[in-house]
């Protein structure tokens, strides 16, 4: 008696690019990393200090510092926009709001993060859920906050569930 032969599911999966990673466009306006050609994005050349017109002293200061700390979570792009900053690897996944008196921090999370910190939560599905932090001084940047940007960025960030 031969032995039933067992089917081979990668013969139907080879071939096939469902869900496989496409590569990341750049506007050639801007340098925005964007996950399709030509997809809507605040396009134009604004700057960290044209967000934090008219906030007290510092707190540029204290924004350069977040960025530092973005930088350091992976290969990401940081571009300020109109009203924001935002942070992409393969896809958006954290940025900053601008305050007067320092800024909200803002990340993407596949999980609900319950925290006295997260000020205000943004659900756009299991696959990006925002949580906002109020950034005041230096000291609001610390290991906790920047253990949930890297969450944020090694999930979120790099599309860690498309292979
Ligand atoms: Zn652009």
Known sequence: MSKPRRPRAVTTESGSTTGRRRPVWTCPKCGARLISKNLWHSCGTFTIEDLFT???????????????????????????????????????????YPRKTGFRAAFALRRWLRHPRIVKTADYGPRWRGHFVDIRSERDLDDELRAW??????????????V
């Open 54 to 96: 008219g906030a007290r002293p510092g707190v540029v200061e204290l924004a350069r510092a977040f960025v530092g700390l973005l930088q350091s979570l992976g290969d990401v792009q940081v571009l300020s926009q109109k009203t924001r900053l935002v942070c992409v690897a393969r896809v958006r996944f954290a940025g900053l």
């Open 149 to 162: 940007l890297q969450e944020s960025h090694d999930t979120v960030g790099i599309q860690d569930d498309i």
